[in-house]
């Protein structure tokens, strides 16, 4: 039987991997036992703190998925999938980000404007009866309190509040609250990471009509890290805009406790001040109540470079 690849997205965080483990899965429970869940990078320190705790191993690592059957979760972007997609069979697509995405012939995709990935199937176990779990129950809550920086990015909706706490209650999890600030306290310092580290843990390549963009993504609990390490970083985005051709890079460093980003940038800045009616100083926006990449940020950056 030909073997099916559930994978996430390059430089995969915690709900891409969860959600290729909960997916393949759930596919063995239903009978369809030639799913595995894989990888195409290195899970990061959060990542492995909810894996652990789980009592769960990592994904398979899949370094090329040429020539093999994939279902993609947690993206639908080509750009930001694994090395060799262009020359993979793809099956499906489960997702809570927009779609930018065609293919030749019809396939199953679920999309759904949720706060996670991991939200989607866990609906998925829901409607289909299937036992989760404790050991799930946990890994799928820690992924959902990790995209939605613990209930509190505006991408939150009230599916995934009522699904993390019915998660919570099968994990045994008393303190939700608590439970999401650990889980999000593991990604949260970046002084023993290089600035090149820092950008390509949570980076993201968008396809617009008017140049490639790079969006990098760091949570922290205060800016203090970023004063002390901006212009080691600007230099770091300078040199992987020039590598990889890109018209923008930016950096949401991303404060969890106030809810604000400072949005380091360079490349074409005149964008980002039509983006965000703000002017770029010293490569620099604040955006007050901004925590979400995909709903506070992509969306205003498409629009500039369509």
């Known amino acids: 039987m030909t073997e099916i690849i559930v994978i996430g997205h390059k430089n995969p965080d915690t709900d891409s991997i969860v959600s290729a483990i909960a997916y393949a899965r759930l596919k063995v429970e239903l009978g369809e036992e030639s799913y595995i869940a894989g990888r195409c990078g ?22 090329d998925v040429s020539g093999k059957k994939v279902v993609l979760v947690d993206h639908n972007e080509l750009s930001q999938a694994c090395t060799g997609i262009e020359n993979a069979e793809i099956l499906e697509i489960v997702d809570h980000h927009k779609l930018n995405f065609s293919y030749p012939v019809p396939i199953y995709v679920l999309t759904e404007p949720l706060g996670s990935t991991a939200t989607i199937i866990t609906k998925l176990y829901l409607r289909e009866k299937v036992e989760i779990g404790k050991e799930l129950a946990l890994a799928l809550l820690g992924a959902i309190l990790s995209d939605t920086v613990v209930l509190r990015s505006s991408t939150t909706t009230e599916t995934d509040r009522r699904l993390a706490e019915k998660l919570a209650e099968l994990a045994e999890i008393e303190d939700l609250e608590r439970f999401g600030v650990e889980v999000k306290k593991r990604k949260a310092n970046i002084a023993n990471k290089t600035a090149t580290d820092v950008l390509l843990e949570d980076f993201k390549e968008f396809e617009f009509p008017k140049g490639k963009v790079g969006i990098a993504q760091v949570e922290l609990v205060d800016f203090e890290e970023v004063d002390k390490r901006k212009k080691e970083l600007i230099m770091a985005m300078e040199r992987l805009k020039k590598e990889k051709g890109l018209a923008l890079v930016a950096l949401m460093a991303t404060n969890i406790i106030k809810g604000d980003t400072r949005l380091l940038c360079v490349g074409e800045l005149g964008r980002v001040e039509e983006a965000f009616g703000k002017r770029v100083e010293k490569n620099e926006v604040y955006l007050e109540n901004v925590m979400s990449r995909k709903k506070d940020v992509v969306p205003k950056l498409q629009k500039v470079f369509s």
């Open 42 to 63: 290195e899970p990061n320190e959060e990542t492995k703190y909810v894996l652990k705790l789980a009592n769960l191993s990592e994904p398979k690592l899949v370094e």
